[in-house]
């Protein structure tokens, strides 16, 4: 529902409706709540679709979704019945003082289409409740068919049905259904799209393709995590030209709009990435095979061609092409770091010759990361990494290191998109907008409350860089760079650029990883409809490119979730084996209420610490777990004692 509802705000063709959908547009135009122009459905100038948001005291605030415009005051009067987190369409007020306003004409349904309850204990007595908010779901047990005190199920908000009986929450293997069925994830595909995806050959014969640019004799490689399955991008550089090649897998070439595969990327739009294993935006034959940069095989590419200034680390020019690549080898990034420290030799040619250029290129893109920096900005802050066992409980936790190799790949990536994202005006972009005065005050007193005060510089620019500067000092890097970075704007997709305020580029895209991301996916048909100035390909893609951005966005925040809550879940389970038991912790809020994360036996875990008089934030203290609630994955503790100072060993 609020996709088409996101649709509807931006405009949405005839021909573009669902079969499932097209009775309620027939309905909301009926009732003129739709406009219907040259075959456009677009809601009417007076009317807005959003989220109902109930205020404390009275009335409530219309959520706007598929644009950024002020927050709509209802009155109780006029809320027709909508309840907190409804999707309703609404009627601008016009005339009034004050704020904007407006009154609900219809409650479409629930903005979480689905929700997870279980069984559990309420004054005595089993109910159904709901996870997050721990009220019943208003659903009778005699309905269930297991009542057992823990059984967890899946509900569609819609149509107040229960979808799926997911496990009982005794079972550490349910907290994966759990997260998933909140935002009605599945790894399984339809038997149409893995039908199709088969289809293709195993094997990418070159001389199927003679238009391609061949670059098979070039000594590409993949430089990836070590677990990784799917690889999207391939780098090459000849240092003797300063010409960078980098190659991403051309998904494009296999799944093509209006097809059964591209569906479901639409619906998936990101691959997600669990502990464990991954839930993959593609069919695992095309996503880790055939569109996968494999190592000594022929791979389908779409390439750019950089030649790079070595006096001013500017790009003097690129080409895009499609192309053929063979990667020599497939490294990890542990792999290039120990090249680079003296601790790896090549065990044959072809490793030989990749090995070859890596020292200048690692040399180039540290002198494109310091120009870059002049700029844009450089957090510190760390990515949790967790490992668990095969019965689903943490093995071990810890923040990710960023090492040379890292940094490597990131600035290759970085060319490439800033690349595309200079060829059209309107399309996909990533943006980062610039921190709101109201975000940067908030930020400004939590750093006074440790003692940093801070002065403005002239420019946003300068000031956060005097910021981090005190920050070291305090030996508060990665600390205060969250800080900053809860501050900021939250980066999101846009038809039209606005920059990229914390990359500190003009424009940018996201081209490099179209296995996992169908905003890629889009840029590279939009880049091959504008080289071959197919404006009839370049109309389609671009014909719905505000929602397409609106929802994507939207999806990208639901993997994040979907990973951040699977994470928090495992270490409520962790925090239930050691009630009673005290842990070193930092403490990382101390507003309304105290949050300290445990740094001591496992990393990370977010514990909500009682009230203690004078705790300030990044104390380093001792608390003592003393409830976990496995529904609401919450770890509650108690302050037992002031702690050390973390020191680097």
């Given at each position: 529902?609020?996709?088409?509802?996101i649709?509807l705000?931006h405009?949405?063709?005839?021909q573009?409706?669902?079969?499932?959908?097209r009775e309620?547009v027939v309905?909301?135009?009926s009732?003129?709540l739709?406009?219907l122009i040259?075959?456009?459905y677009?809601?009417?100038?007076?009317?807005?679709?959003?989220?109902?948001?109930?205020?404390?005291t009275?009335g409530?605030?219309l959520?706007?979704?598929g644009?950024s415009?002020r927050d709509?005051?209802?009155?109780?009067a006029n809320?027709m019945?909508a309840?907190n987190?409804?999707?309703v369409i609404?009627?601008?007020?016009?005339?009034?003082?004050g704020?904007?306003?407006?009154k609900?004409?219809?409650?479409v349904?629930?903005s979480e289409t689905?929700?997870?309850?279980i069984?559990?204990?309420k004054?005595?007595?089993?109910?159904l409740q709901d996870?997050?908010?721990?009220?019943?779901?208003?659903?009778s047990?005699?309905d269930l068919?297991?009542t057992s005190e823990g059984s967890v199920?899946?509900i569609n908000?819609?149509t107040?049905?229960i979808?799926?009986?997911?496990?009982?929450?005794?079972d550490p293997?349910v907290?994966e259904?759990?997260v998933l069925a909140l935002?009605n994830?599945?790894?399984?595909?339809?038997?149409?799209?893995?039908e199709?995806?088969?289809s293709?050959?195993k094997?990418v014969?070159?001389s199927?393709?003679?238009d391609?640019?061949?670059?098979?004799?070039?000594?590409?490689?993949?430089i990836?995590?070590?677990t990784a399955?799917?690889f999207?991008?391939?780098?090459?550089?000849?240092?003797?030209t300063?010409?960078?090649y980098?190659?991403?897998?051309?998904v494009?070439?296999y799944?093509k709009p209006f097809?059964?595969?591209?569906?479901e990327a639409?619906?998936r739009?990101f691959s997600?990435?669990?502990?464990?294993?991954?839930?993959?935006?593609?069919p695992?034959e095309l996503s880790e095979?055939l569109?996968s940069?494999?190592?000594?095989?022929?791979?389908?590419a779409?390439t750019f061609e950089?030649?790079?200034?070595p006096?001013?680390y500017?790009?003097?020019?690129f080409?895009?092409?499609e192309?053929?690549?063979h990667?020599h080898r497939r490294?990890s990034?542990?792999?290039?770091?120990?090249?680079l420290?003296?601790?790896?030799e090549?065990?044959n040619e072809?490793e030989?010759?990749t090995l070859?250029?890596?020292?200048?290129l690692?040399d180039?893109?540290g002198?494109?990361r310091?120009?870059?920096y002049?700029k844009?900005y450089h957090?510190?802050?760390s990515e949790?990494?967790?490992?668990i066992?095969?019965?689903?409980?943490?093995?071990k936790?810890?923040?990710?290191?960023?090492?040379?190799?890292h940094?490597?790949?990131e600035d290759?990536?970085?060319?490439a998109n800033?690349?595309a994202?200079?060829?059209?005006?309107?399309?996909?972009?990533?943006i980062h907008?610039?921190?709101s005065?109201?975000k940067?005050?908030?930020l400004y007193?939590e750093l006074a409350?440790?003692?940093?005060?801070?002065?403005?510089q002239g420019?946003?620019?300068d000031?956060?860089t005097?910021i981090?500067?005190?920050?070291?000092?305090?030996d508060?890097?990665s600390?205060?760079?969250t800080?900053i970075?809860r501050a900021q704007?939250?980066a999101r997709?846009a038809?039209?650029?606005l920059g990229h305020?914390?990359?500190?580029?003009?424009?940018y895209t996201?081209?490099?990883s179209?296995?996992?991301?169908?905003s890629?996916?889009?840029v590279h048909?939009?880049l091959?409809a504008i080289?071959?100035?197919d404006?009839?390909?370049?109309?389609?893609v671009?014909?719905?490119?505000?929602?397409l951005?609106t929802s994507?966005?939207e999806?990208?925040?639901?993997?994040?979730d979907?990973e951040i809550?699977?994470?928090?879940?495992?270490?409520?389970?962790w925090a239930?084996t050691?009630?009673g038991?005290?842990?070193k912790?930092r403490?990382?809020r101390?507003?309304d209420?105290?949050?300290?994360e445990?740094?001591?036996?496992?990393?990370?875990?977010?514990?909500?610490v009682s009230?203690?008089f004078g705790?300030?934030?990044?104390d380093?203290i001792?608390?003592?777990?003393?409830?976990?609630?496995?529904?609401?994955?919450?770890?509650?503790?108690?302050f037992?004692?002031?702690?050390?100072?973390?020191t680097?060993e």
């Open positions: 529902m609020k996709s088409l509802l649709r705000t405009g949405l063709y005839d573009d409706i669902a079969p499932q959908e309620l309905q909301w135009h009732m003129k739709l406009t040259e075959g456009k677009q809601f009417s100038s007076q009317y807005r679709a959003g989220i109902i948001s109930l205020t404390q009275c409530a605030y959520q706007t979704i644009e415009i709509h005051f209802i009155d109780t809320l019945g309840k987190g409804d999707l609404a009627q601008r007020l016009l005339g009034k003082r704020g904007p306003s407006a609900v004409i219809l409650v349904g629930r689905f929700s997870v309850a069984v559990a204990q004054n005595s007595t089993l109910v996870i997050r908010t721990e009220q019943p779901s208003g659903f047990l005699i068919p297991d199920y899946q908000n819609q107040g049905t979808t799926a009986y997911l496990g009982n929450l005794s293997k907290d259904k759990i935002y994830k599945h790894d399984e595909f339809e038997q149409e799209v893995l199709m995806a088969a293709f050959p094997v014969d070159a199927l393709y003679p391609r640019r061949d670059l098979r004799h070039l000594p590409f490689c993949t990836d995590p070590v399955k799917d999207d991008d391939a780098i090459c550089y000849i240092p003797k300063n010409t960078l980098v190659a991403i897998a051309d494009s070439e799944v097809g059964a595969i591209d569906a639409i619906y739009s997600i990435y669990l502990p464990h294993r991954s839930i993959p935006m593609l695992r095979t569109c940069l494999q190592p000594l095989v022929d791979r389908l779409y950089l030649k790079i200034n006096s001013t500017e790009v003097d020019s080409e895009l092409y192309s053929i690549i990667s490294f990034y542990e792999d290039i770091d120990a090249f420290s003296g601790n790896l090549a065990s072809k030989a010759l070859a250029y890596i020292p200048a690692n180039l893109t002198k494109l310091e120009e870059r002049k844009g957090f510190r802050s949790l990494e967790m490992r066992d095969e019965a689903g409980n943490i093995i936790t810890e923040f990710a290191v960023e090492t040379p190799s940094g490597l790949i290759c990536m970085l060319l800033k690349a994202a200079s060829m059209y005006e309107r399309g996909v972009f990533r907008e610039t921190p005065a109201l940067l005050q908030s007193q409350s440790i003692g940093i005060f801070v002065e403005f420019s946003i620019k000031t956060i005097a981090q500067a005190e920050a070291e000092k305090r508060l890097t600390e205060v760079d800080l970075i704007m939250q997709y038809p039209y650029n305020f914390g990359l500190g580029f003009d424009h996201h081209f490099t179209p296995i996992r991301r169908y890629d996916l889009i048909r939009l091959k080289k071959a100035g404006t009839e390909e370049g109309s389609y671009l014909r719905n490119i505000e929602s951005c994507i966005s999806k990208e925040r639901e993997a994040s979907i809550r699977f994470q928090e879940r495992k270490f409520a389970r239930h050691v009630i038991q005290s842990f912790a403490v990382m101390a507003e209420q105290i949050i300290a445990i740094h001591d036996v496992v990393t990370g875990a977010k514990v909500n009230t203690q705790l300030m934030l990044f380093d001792i608390v003592k777990i003393e409830t976990s609630n496995l529904a609401t994955a919450k770890i509650t503790g108690s037992v004692s002031r702690g050390e100072k973390e680097d």
